[in-house]
């Protein structure tokens, strides 16, 4: 392997780099700081943590980065494991105020030295908000580039000596091999630079480059981001016509994207190879552009550093690797003999490393030149490969028009346009299709201006993640579609991703908003949208071109106009239901305990009269004084001290259930509890255990997910003890999906119905606070309210109140229940359960997912939404949370709705939450949920959810089917249609639960 020094060359003497390098009392710092803070994030007074529990919730990414430096701190004393039982204990380290202050102290003793001013800043940046980036609170790229900006990064890749010195090392190895080919009388050079992020290299080879403008065609700058592309069109293009930009995603094969293979003959990477999931994937990808006998430059880190691992080691993309043994320990990247191995490996020769003598500083240069054979994985035919941006223009000319145009003469009146502005407004209103041409023409126009693309390179239908649309330029475009929609919430491009699932929204549900927008852009998107009308004047129509006809001779079917036209106000027909087999199951027994509440006649008491059943922790749980500091983060405290407990959790009788004493003692207390509910519950529907159900065959369905009494959790011992006791020879098990825990309980207990595997069901929850690091973790975690009101879709609403419940319900067959002459409390007409798949994090909820749910529900119910007059929300008090609920609740009535759009009130479904009376129950929050929805049938009243006077800003319940319900009210039946047309409908009620993680649960009763 060839090594060449460069100190004491041009570039930057050997002092200068040393001086240039952060000194080790700011990593001493750093890395104290850090400690401090996961102290304070996960452990307790002590300082002790189980890394099990502690880090269940974090994202894979965080965990791979909370490993790692769980060993870092090891290595610094900071940390100790119990080889035992793998618990860690951390050190005691100063206060986080006063190590901040000394860290205040180093960067003022080091404020002339520029080279350390770009890090010192991005570090503390990323230091300071750490805990928010490891509970989710923030994304770590909100941190780095706040409002899509690159100024806390750019300084990490240029204008400091140490990344000046690394690229100018880089810029003369390209030059010499300019020089080379200009000498061979080469021209029509072909440059692609990959993961060109903010630049920093690019500034560094634009200087050199433009003495080989004529040499050079083509410097294509991407990367995986269409922020930096914006960036690079407005900072670089200007300096160098010949540079284009591109999404490209080195760790996929070029088939399936813009670049051309086998095109260019020389490809830069600068820090990004590494931010890949294989790297022998990405070099063969890399060569796969490369001329036969082009080199590829290479800029990546040669070692670990502590500054890179604590902030561009907070991003995902840094943890996207599954190579693991190639890579440096703790870290994406790889030691420069590795890199030597690799590209001999994949077949490039003359490899070397120009800055061999400077790896210490952190970085190193590769060389190496491509013997042109190209390895690429298989594409299946139907991942057709996007245009290249050279041929986009060509390739969208051969597209279909959508839109033909009404053309006003730049000499027509002002009155003329007005007329024709007016005309354009009457036939949008009217016309249903021209109104989805122009509004999908005035979305393409606003999104090509946000991520500066030409209209016509974007496609209605593609999402729009695939012009690089991400978490820093959505906050853009949305503030964009604010000008045009004020109430437009940022979960929107979540929710509908393409143009044309925008549109739909936008026409379904702000038709009238749509219609004022276009008509006051008339000019644009109203009088020009207009389709040219058979017997127009030939004046006023753009003349029919060879284009034109040729692209209405090769238009593509999902585009070509019906021979027949269906009235609009004939509903669509509804999809056929005959392969849902549904049986209706009958309620015929309810019995439970929630905050306040020793029973259901307490509880409907509390709810009837809108009591806050929540209050101080009881002095015989755990001295609260002990745990709680107001302020956040403080380690081993606790921000809240309040919660929603229940009475007498230790009261309980062994010899009733033949249970000797010593046995009862060591049963957790939810095992206690949850048996005396299951049996209060069959008292309830009339029966004894020995006369539920023939032969016994009764299954037990239970909820559960926290358990802190005994060592080991035994969840599958709540279930099975009453199956025991009971004689009960049906389906036995405990359910943990999290907080939807008893819901999908309940949902599993539906399913074996159905399915013969039991002819009765018990189902329910149960959840308890039995210890102070139960609460300690969730504050950690920031997930409670600092108050004590949990504030379902309530402004300020700023996380739950944690409580208590027990809960269950014995179930039938609707059918056998009529037969056996059963006192019949609701019947369950349908239910689903889903998981909400991949999301912005991994507590953050999927509306579409919790759409796809209660759809899913209503169709298995045979419901129609326009039915349904109330749902339980799950409705936790957050402000992320709440919206995205209620936008997922309207988003499945908009699509489970049968009846036509003007039968019955706008918002006929009342809303609400049980946990603003008594707080989240957890695994129990479901049976909860349900039983407020059984009590609130069998008194015929809908009771008011407290606490949301004012309700969350991101919340506009008038553009839904839902009005929060915020009175004791009678439930009345609603009546759908007019005159001999109409029918009463039943009192429906929807009923969700959702667990971390994106568990969904949805019933309808």
Known sequence: MKRVSTHGSAYATAAELEAARLSADFERLATAIVASQLRALFADERGGCSPGAAFALLRPSHRRWLEATLRLLGERRLLATDPATQHLLFAATEPADALWKRWDAAKRASGTNDDHRAYLVLIEACLRRLPEILTDAVPATDVMFPES?????????????????????????????????????????????????TGGTTAALLPMLRGYSDLVEEYCYTDLSRAFLLHAEEAYKPQFPALRTAIFDVGKALAAQSIEGGRYDAVIAANVLHATPSIRETLRNAKAALKRGGILLVNEISEWSWHTHFTFGLLEGWWLYEDERLRLAGSAGLSPSRWERLLKAERFYDICFPAGGDHGLGQQIIVARSDGMVRQRMIAPSAAAAP??????????????????????????RTSVTTARTHAASTLASDDRALREACAALFRETIAGALRMEEREIDTHKPLEHYGLDSILVVQLTTRFRKLFPGVRSTLFFEHQSIDRLVQHFVANDRATLLSVLAARGGEHGATSIAAKPGSSPDSAAPVTSERVARRRFATRQDATPALQVQASIPAPTPSLDHVTSVDVAVIGVSGRYPQAPDLERFWENLSSGRDCTSEIPAERWRWQDHYDPEKGKAGKSYTKWGGFLEDIDKFDPLFFRIAPKEAKRMDPQERLFLETSYHAIEDSGYTPGTLAAAGKVGVFVGVMNSRYTVQPLYYSIANRVSFLFNFAGPSFAVDSACSSSLTAVHLALDSLRGGTCDVAIAGGVSLIVDPHHMLELTAVGMLSEGAHCRSFGRNADGFVDAEGVGAVVLKPLTHAIRDGDNIQAVIRGSAVNAGGRTHGYTVPNPAAQAQVVSAALERAQVDSAEVSYIEAHGTGTALGDPIEVAGLARAFRSSRRAAADAGPAQHCAIGSVKSNIGHCESAAGIAALTKVLLQLRHGQLVPT????????????????????????PWRRMTLGEGCGSREIPRIAGISSFGAGGANAHLVV
């Open 149 to 197: 900006s690159m100024h806390l990064v750019e300084g990490i890749y240029k204008h400091n000596r140490i990344a000046d010195h690394f690229n100018a090392v880089l810029a003369e190895s390209l030059r010499a091999e300019l020089a080379a080919k200009a000498a061979r009388g080469g021209h029509g050079l072909r440059l692609l630079e990959i993961g060109a992020g």
């Open 388 to 413: 290249s941006a050279t041929t986009t223009a060509t390739a969208t000319a051969t597209k279909p028009m959508q839109t033909s145009f009404t053309v006003v003469p730049p000499t027509a009146s």
């Open 946 to 969: 407290l606490h949301a006077d004012a309700v969350n800003d991101e919340i506009d319940f008038s553009a839904t089917p839902f009005r929060l319900q915020r009175e004791l009210v």
